[in-house]
């Protein structure tokens, strides 16, 4: 189970959905951004295992609370100038959205910000990859 938040064209999660996930999660705010995921899931023929999410990641977060759905993986890509994977982490931690031994990925520019923001967070760093400007940290929960 994935959840592509903030998911732009949808390329992570539809990437996982190739790669045998059995659901996809994709979530972004933006109406345009909707139509390329709705249109690049289209292409792939992967509709059957996506779910395709028109609402801003607070809320989204927020209408799973109470469901029974975790995931193994998050990725999250929020606009590099905005502060605001602290609080999507904390939202997936207070409603404990991962599965055992899930992951949290977070791609950033900002690694120093954001290596400052889970210092107070029950998560720990496993990774970190540069690829260019973004850099890629991986998070567990810690228990």
Known sequence: MVLDLFAGSGAIG???LS???KRAYMCDKSHEAIKF???NVSKTRLQ???II???DYAGFLHSLKDKD???DIIYLD???ELDIAKNAIKLILDYKLLNENGIIIIETDQKEREMKNFEKMKV????IRKYGRANLIFLVERG
């Open 14 to 16: 539809i990437e996982c």
């Open 19 to 21: 790669r045998g996930a």
């Open 37 to 39: 995921i709705n249109d």
């Open 48 to 50: 059957e295992n996506a």
């Open 53 to 55: 999410v028109n609402q």
């Open 69 to 71: 759905i975790k995931f």
């Open 78 to 80: 929020p606009p590099y």
């Open 124 to 127: 720990e760093i496993y990774d």
